[in-house]
């Protein structure tokens, strides 16, 4: 016997007690409104606001969530013809049992008609464990179908099984919407930061844009900045908002509609500009928390691979470096690069290290290497940073 609550929903569907409501996402460079995520709250008659995780699981115990998920998605296009040219693409969670809806395309074509709405300002949002439990060619047929329309797809909770690696490369997704547990610790945590700097490393080679929700530190922010994790989403920007005043926000904060254009492009063009520049005069550029013992690779030119993995602990780098390094440039690399020779430069008043250091590689050419080392005080904290940038200018 179903419960009263779950008739309570029903009839709340009815009675438009049930709203979307629109969480901004920003473009993690930029800062620009670039999307959003519509999520389901219960505004009762009484005043209080139910909360989704009351009852979206007594829903999805039967295929009733369909219900509710096509309702948000009817009211996110009507939102989208509402913003007109200031339409901004706004994502849609759809649950397991969509995966098995026979006529599901079909059903979302004719939703996107009805409105006029431009398929890429819709986008699904599928979980990953959504998709790894269910038979991969009934998942394969359903993904296709949708991104046929032109709808973009992301892969949300991406991370929290990792059972899907194999199956991700091999569908047409645009995104993968990392779970937002990965931020925990604020993501000062060793093995926490690992496992996210390989999520992101795994994107990249793959071309899948990254989204991460539940933000709520500047730290968080400046993280994921330095892992060009390209959306970003969460309390420290927004909390999910009534439509209304979702609407004012992207009437003040944006430019007109995508179509044609790639949004992604559009918003990144002079940062992505400045750093192609910089990545065609250095071959390696290091990004690196000298305090955390932390690096992350930013660039590395292919002829230049050490082997050193994408990211790491600087010491680990450093004594990689010098077992590369030719005899009496060990010592000279470990002198001027190493994390304590950098950390006494920057207490000494030092903000820049200039230094010519060589190193072996594969096919036992040695390469004499400019490098320069910028080093800076974190904006809100003790620790100090440094950007390394590295130019070939010989080989013997
Ligand atoms: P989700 O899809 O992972 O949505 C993200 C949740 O994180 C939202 O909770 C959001 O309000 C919350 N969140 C956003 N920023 C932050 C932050 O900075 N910190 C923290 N701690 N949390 C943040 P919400 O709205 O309570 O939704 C909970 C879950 O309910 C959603 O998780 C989703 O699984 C489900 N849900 C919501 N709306 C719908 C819907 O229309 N259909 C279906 N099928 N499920 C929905
Ligand atoms: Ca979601
Ligand atoms: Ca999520």
Redesign the pocket.
Known sequence: MKSDLFFQIINALETHEIKAYY?PQYDSNSGRLVSAE???RWEREDGTLV???DF?PLLEESDA?CT??WF?AEEVCKTLREMGENAIPIA????RWHIRENDFCRKLNGLLQTYGINPKLFEV?ITESALSEEDFCVVERWVYGIADLGVRIAI??FGAGFTSLQFVKDLPVDFLKID?AFLADNCQNERGRGTLETVFFFASKLHLHTIA????TIEQLKFLQNMDCDRV????FSK?LRKEDFIVIALFDNEPAVDEKDIYLETFSSNRALLDTIKKEYQIVIFGNLFKNSYYLMHQAPEMDFGAPTAGVIDDMTENAMAQSPKGYDKKYFDTLSREALINAYNEGKRRVEVEVKQKVEDGMILTLYTVVHLSKHPYRDDILMVGMSRVISKE
């Open positions: 969480q519509a999520l389901v909360m989704p995780d979206v969530i509710l998920d948000m849609v969670n759809f649950s949002e949300d909770d937002k929700e539940g933000v709520e989403q969460g309390y420290l999910p």
